[in-house]
T-cell receptor
Framework: KNQVEQSPQSLIILEGKNCTLQ??????????LRWYKQDTGRGPVSLTI?????NTKSNGRYTATLDADTKQSSLHITASQLSDSASYIC?????????????FGRGTQLTVWP | EADIYQTPRYLVIGTGKKITLECSQT?????MYWYQQDPGMELHLIHY???????EKGDLSSESTVSRIRTEHFPLTLESARPSHTSQYLC??????????????FGQGTRLTVV
């Protein structure tokens, strides 16, 4: 069964600190992995997208890693800001069909305190 | 900034009413999707479309229906709303490419409450 599991479920950190969010998946055949940021009551916004051959990708203070062998990904946030408070969702796409079906994790709810 | 728009953002409606949630995108994307998301839960695909006159049901059974008469427009309709339909509905779109490595852009969502 294709699944995406994220940990931790929630995380509280102080402003300026770094944190790392984890994503494990069992989606096969694998096409790509995406990290999205979703503010409360809003739609998800893409942070990174990585294919099988990529093992790291950065977008400002966000750095995503991918280990396609162990089927794990992480999202590292450096020098956190209050505006980073949001849910971070790991999404894995398969390549079994033209649709490129997306499998969503439940997200990690990050809260940044001043 | 994604050019995909959903209206209304919030809707409170009585049981039994018919409602239509609007979704429009100006990116010329062929693929469009509707997802349902409850608080703290993952997104579930309820409908998708490959292009004009193409509509398919997603993974999560839904009493809603969709239509795709124009490329840019993908409305979702509930003929008779019930409290169990209370949820957030997210529309998304992406290019149609064989390698599926395309960005999916999401709208802001419609928060539906049926009382």
């Amino acid at each position: 069964k294709n699944q995406v599991e994220q940990s931790p479920q929630s995380l509280i950190i102080l402003e300026g600190k770094n944190c790392t969010l984890q994503c494990n998946y069992t989606v096969s055949p694998f096409s790509n992995l995406r990290w999205y940021k979703q503010d409360t009551g809003r739609g998800p916004v893409s942070l990174t997208i990585m294919t099988f051959s990529e093992n790291t990708k950065s977008n400002g203070r966000y750095t995503a890693t991918l280990d396609a062998d162990t089927k794990q990904s992480s999202l590292h946030i450096t020098a956190s800001q209050l505006s980073d408070s949001a849910s971070y969702i790991c999404v894995v796409s398969d390549r079994g069909s033209t649709l490129g079906r997306l499998y969503f994790g439940r997200g990690t709810q990050l809260t940044v305190w001043p | 900034e994604a050019d995909i728009y959903q209206t209304p953002r919030y809707l409170v409606i009585g049981t039994g009413k018919k409602i239509t949630l609007e979704c429009s995108q100006t990116m010329g994307h062929d693929k469009m999707y509707w997802y349902q998301q409850d608080p703290g839960m993952e997104l579930h695909l309820i409908h998708y479309s490959y292009g004009v006159n193409s509509t398919e049901k997603g993974d999560l059974s839904s009493e809603s229906t969709v239509s795709r008469i124009r490329t840019e427009h993908f409305p979702l309709t509930l003929e008779s709303a019930r409290p169990s339909h209370t949820s957030q509905y997210l529309c998304a779109s992406s290019e149609l490419r064989a390698d599926s490595n395309t960005e999916a852009f999401f709208g802001q969502g419609t928060r539906l409450t049926v009382v």
